[in-house]
């Protein structure tokens, strides 16, 4: 049984900085794409971020610049650096990972979400 668990959401004042951490844990062949999406009460669910296994990154317009994504291969964890939070990045960050199980098959996993919340 694969799990993702995340952690390092809370609150904080605009302008501040947060780490959230996800942890990749049970029996399976690889990893392939990592990555973060958000949702805000009321809105859609926003991808975020992401890295492949070769470390290339892809990110929403609106946290380029302020936002980084990293990976340890070693540990099956991803990370999302946050910088300059805005009342707008405010939402439950869930991560995500394609894990294969074998060579020839993979499946989308999720994490359970931590909230973010940016107010002073």
């Known amino acids: 049984q694969v799990q993702l668990v995340e952690s390092g959401g809370g609150l904080v004042q605009p302008g501040g900085s947060l780490r959230l951490s996800c942890a990749a844990s049970?029996?399976?062949?690889?990893?392939?794409?990592m990555g973060w999406y958000r949702q805000a009460p009321g809105k859609q669910r926003e991808l975020v971020a992401t890295?492949?296994?070769?470390?290339?990154?892809n990110y929403a317009d609106s946290v380029k610049g302020r936002f980084t994504i990293s990976r340890d291969n070693a540990k099956n964890m991803v990370y999302l650096q946050m910088n300059s939070l805005k009342a707008e990045d405010t939402a439950v960050y869930s991560c995500?990972?394609?894990?294969?199980?074998?060579?020839?098959?993979?499946?989308?996993?999720w994490g359970q979400g931590t909230q973010v919340t940016v107010s002073s």
């Open positions: 995500y990972a394609r894990i294969f199980s074998s060579i020839w098959s993979a499946t989308d996993h």
């Open positions: 049970g029996s399976f062949f690889s990893i392939d794409g």
């Open positions: 890295i492949f296994s070769g470390g290339s990154t």
